[in-house]
């Protein structure tokens, strides 16, 4: 069951098309695309693993060549130990001429440019030698605030405490070249060895493509970062140059200094990949997108979604087909049972395979001969049962009328009216001629006219005053074909309650017929009197109980519900009775029958032997 708020679903209310559907999803689509989504997740993860232990070798060795090349650098202020001249001027502290200094200018920067800048190391922007508050200098390229104006050269007051080789960046000095390229400075002291004194302090500026050189072999992959930092994560190098002397603060929250691990940076997950230097005070790092690892294993994720969805889609249509063939013979065969339930017994089942619909569809076509068997003899059955209620009825009507009839004769001989007694034996003899003479169960509207006109006239010798008759005999419609004694059973409960209920009043019976005119054209007859009427309840109850099954639901004795039942039998649900009544005003009863004229009769009453059980007229 699923539940969804106070609603509950079954699932076994839904269609078998859907269950199939599925049933082919939960058990196929769900496990491979779980099982590949596994195998995606898995094979990512190895390469992930993979990459996360080989970077960190690959930045390790690069962070030792990168030791080397700053090792080879630091071995250049040495040279000027070789350099007699050099060591001459620095050595120097005696006040010279303007001549004598332009001409050591000279030497110390052809010296510098010998040395540095004509050198193997092609990334020196510049070397400066300060010395006596002297500067010498020689660049490659045009430079500017570099001296001891402006207070941007560093340990200008106190050179002696520099000891060893420093490192500087661009933030801490305001020295620039043309082209602003990045950079980073060398600096150590000359020390005279024979006395302890410092000469002076050599500044070597080395562009930062000096570390691209080295790191060009990582950066081969695209969004990849690298960058140097100390141990306080300043920024020595970074690959985006703006970022050359900031701090990255999350270097406190590195799990380690060594290896790498996962984290998120700009909501992007990225692998760290860090070495620590060994020789230098700094940490080299490498940052990659994870997505770069698995740029290959996206491919193959995507060719294989769309090989599974490709694959989904057939295989689905697939089963949508199978689902179909087996649903479409069961659709059917439920059409074919709601046309049965409707009164159809004639449907044609197509199904003929030999499966289990094919096996249902077969027990269903047997079912449903057996049942038309079973209806053909209950409905002889019970037309022979009605043929036997219509002549019980002509034995218990015609003695009781007869009776009556006689004594109304006896009284008008005993009076000498010979006239209405020969009238009244002519009508009764007619009468009686009527009800045994002719067997069939339809006859002539005017025949069974002239029945109920004979039957109104003798009643009207009997009561005299008391009753009144009208015949409207319609010449379009006296030619059809009515049961026998639908019209005197209505008109006996008129005289009957009539005459007794309202003793003061005479009562007016009018009998009409009509042919209606839209739709199927029907016949109409019309049976009214002003007797006493009937209430509303028990109107409401005698129409429910009219149009009740006919065959099942009838009152023991015979009149207006036994000529109802008959007509229903005869002719369907459709043709019926159906009284209308005002209470003290009068009642009028509307039989409906279908239109049979001299030409159909003999069809239509075989047709109604053959096929009662669909006898819908």
Known sequence: MIFKGKK????????????????????TVLPMAFLG??????YTKSIEEEVGEYIPRLVEQVNGNIENEIQKLETLPDLIYNSGDVMAILRDSQSKKKSALLHEEYIMKSYLTRTYLNSNSSHILGA??????????????????????DGSLPYADNLGLLGGMQLLLPNQTNLTFEGDPSYFMLVKPITDFDNRKNLGTLYIAIDVAFFEQ????LQQEENVAMWIMNKQGKMIYHTDHSKIGTVEKEIHDYPLLNGSFRTEIDGKRNLISISESNELPWVLVHSMPIKNMTEKTDVVRNVTIFIFIVFTLITTLISIFFAWTVTRPLNELGNLMKRVEKGDLLVNIPIHSKDEVGILASSFRSMLAEIRELIQKNYHIELRKKTAELYALQSQINPHFMYNTLETIGMAVEEGETEEVVKMVTLLGRMMRFSISNKESLVPINSEVQHIEDYLSIQQFRFEDRLYFQIEKETDTVNYYIPKFVLQPIVENAIKYGLEKRKEIAIHIQISGEATQTGDEDLLLIVSDNGPGISENKLIEVNEKLQSDPMMKRDSGFGIINVNARIGMMFGERYNLHINSEYGKGTSVVIRLPKINAQHVCMYVQREEEKGYDSKG
């Open 214 to 217: 080295s790191l060009q072999d």
């Open 8 to 27: 509950r679903i079954e699932i076994k209310n839904f269609r078998l098309t859907t269950k199939l559907i599925t049933t082919y999803t939960l058990l």
């Open 37 to 42: 989504f596994i195998a995606y997740y898995q």
């Open 128 to 149: 400066f030698l300060v010395s006596k508050n002297r500067i010498f200098a020689s660049a490659s390229l045009p430079y500017d605030n570099f001296g001891f104006e």
